[in-house]
């Protein structure tokens, strides 16, 4: 199964953050609780404010851990991330418009008339693809690293 499969299989039970970081989280290490638990709060465009989407948030994670990054490193490693960081949010936004959630959703999750309407327009489908994209991104990414 693929990491962007494994990732939708978990957002039937976690939110986009929590299921993207948990899809790569054998690949640095990581249990997949701890995974679930760093992720938890950026569910929503971070805690339901619908700023950057949970799903790239926790892609950048991921680009952090692929970065191997140690103190000793310093700022050019940290450039080095960032790069990489811009470049995939980049190829995101060309896909998709935006990576903030309440563009890509189009409602207010703070509320709850746009729970309501998140619900009954099924837009748990749309992070889906969200979460898909981040992951296959991410593929590629990861790829270019090795």
Request: hydrophobic residues 35%.
């Given at each position: 199964?693929?990491?962007?499969?494994?990732?939708?299989k978990?957002?039937?039970?976690?939110?986009?953050?929590?299921?993207?970081l948990?899809?790569?989280?054998?690949d640095?290490?990581?249990?997949?609780?701890?995974?679930?638990?760093?992720a938890?709060?950026?569910?929503?465009g971070?805690?339901?404010?619908?700023?950057?989407?949970?799903?790239?948030?926790?892609?950048?994670?991921?680009l952090g851990?692929a970065?191997?990054?140690?103190?000793?490193?310093?700022?050019?490693?940290?450039?080095?991330?960032y790069?990489?960081?811009?470049?995939?949010?980049?190829?995101?936004t060309?896909k998709?418009g935006?990576?903030k959630?309440?563009?890509?959703?189009k409602?207010?999750?703070?509320?709850?008339?746009?729970?309501?309407?998140f619900?009954?327009?099924?837009?748990?489908?749309d992070?889906?693809?969200?979460?898909?994209?981040?992951?296959?991104?991410?593929?590629k990414?990861?790829?270019?690293?090795?």
């Amino acid at each position: 199964m693929s990491k962007a499969e494994n990732a939708v299989k978990f957002f039937d039970s976690y939110n986009c953050a929590q299921s993207t970081l948990a899809a790569y989280a054998d690949d640095f290490n990581l249990k997949k609780e701890t995974a679930l638990q760093m992720a938890v709060g950026f569910g929503g465009g971070i805690g339901r404010l619908q700023d950057i989407c949970g799903a790239v948030s926790a892609a950048v994670m991921v680009l952090g851990l692929a970065s191997h990054f140690k103190e000793e490193d310093g700022r050019p490693k940290i450039n080095e991330v960032y790069a990489t960081v811009r470049s995939f949010i980049d190829e995101f936004t060309q896909k998709k418009g935006t990576i903030k959630c309440r563009d890509l959703l189009k409602c207010d999750l703070s509320s709850e008339e746009g729970q309501k309407y998140f619900k009954d327009n099924n837009l748990k489908e749309d992070c889906r693809g969200y979460v898909r994209l981040c992951c296959e991104l991410l593929d590629k990414y990861l790829a270019e690293k090795t």
